[in-house]
């Protein structure tokens, strides 16, 4: 069982930027790939971006590409995700995930953290 716990969520401007933090509880972090997913209000649940366990392959879904940056730091099982030039169209829960491979996140969730960006 992994437990994931988010931080680093809050209320930003439009073009702002944040920086969340996604903390496992598990001796074997690096051999889990880690993700973000986001569900807006009235929204299903939709991937963010991944990260491989060695932290050498990631991917982001269009809509972030180029703005957010995925990255973990595997001494300290943390998972990041950098947003930059935040839009109000990615106000959302964001949610932190686990998976035993590549294709495989969603095995373990965490509770989300809220980010709210304004106009």
């Known amino acids: 069982q992994v437990q994931l716990v988010e931080s680093g969520g809050g209320l930003v401007q439009a073009g702002g930027s944040l920086r969340l933090s996604c903390a496992a509880s598990?001796?074997?972090?690096?051999?889990?790939?880690m993700g973000w997913s986001r569900q807006a209000p009235g929204a299903e649940r939709e991937f963010v971006a991944k990260?491989?366990?060695?932290?050498?392959?990631?991917y982001y879904a269009d809509s972030v590409k180029g703005r957010f940056t995925i990255s973990r730091d595997n001494a300290k099982n943390t998972v990041y995700l950098q947003m930059n030039s935040l839009k109000p169209e990615d106000t959302a829960v964001y949610y932190c995930?686990?998976?035993?491979?590549?294709?495989?996140?969603?095995?373990?969730w965490g509770q989300g953290t809220q980010v709210t960006v304004s106009s």
């Open positions: 598990t001796r074997t972090f690096s051999n889990y790939a």
């Open positions: 995930t686990a998976g035993g491979g590549w294709s495989r996140l969603g095995d373990y």
């Open positions: 990260i491989s366990g060695s932290g050498g392959w990631t």
